[in-house]
């Protein structure tokens, strides 16, 4: 009912920059709050940032200072800037949202969670 894409992903050298985007489909009603998450090889997803609708943010430590998360509400698309890449990010990058879906005049009266497909990035040394 929901779908999210990623792109954006690629292989870029240490030091370089990446943006990916996400973009949600869907019956959609509203979507309150979306990030992104990631997954190295042999490693468990962890939590790289989110957003909220309004815009309140927060980061992994291993992203503060490096990495900004954005959104365009009227888009349901969310952004993943990422700056001065390290080998270490190095990772499958999932985006993330909380949805609530439409169903005609009706609404979910709670947000159900939903995943792309992931995208690609890998940083060189």
């Known amino acids: 009912q929901v779908q999210l894409v990623e792109s954006g992903g690629g292989l870029v050298q240490a030091g370089g920059s990446l943006r990916l985007s996400c973009a949600a489909s869907?019956?959609?009603?509203?979507?309150?709050?979306m990030g992104w998450h990631r997954q190295a090889p042999g490693k468990q997803r962890e939590l790289v940032a989110t957003?909220?609708?309004?815009?309140?943010?927060n980061y992994a430590d291993s992203a503060k200072g490096r990495f900004t998360i954005s959104r365009d509400n009227a888009k349901n698309t969310v952004y993943l800037e990422m700056n001065s890449l390290k080998p270490e990010d190095t990772a499958v990058y999932y985006c993330?949202?909380?949805?609530?879906?439409?169903?005609?005049?009706?609404?979910?009266?709670?947000?159900?969670?939903?995943w792309g497909q992931g995208t690609q990035v890998t940083v060189s040394s």
């Open positions: 993330n949202a909380r949805v609530r879906t439409r169903q005609g005049p009706f609404y979910d009266l709670e947000g159900n969670d939903y």
């Open positions: 957003i909220t609708r309004g815009g309140s943010t």
């Open positions: 869907g019956s959609i009603f509203s979507i309150n709050a």
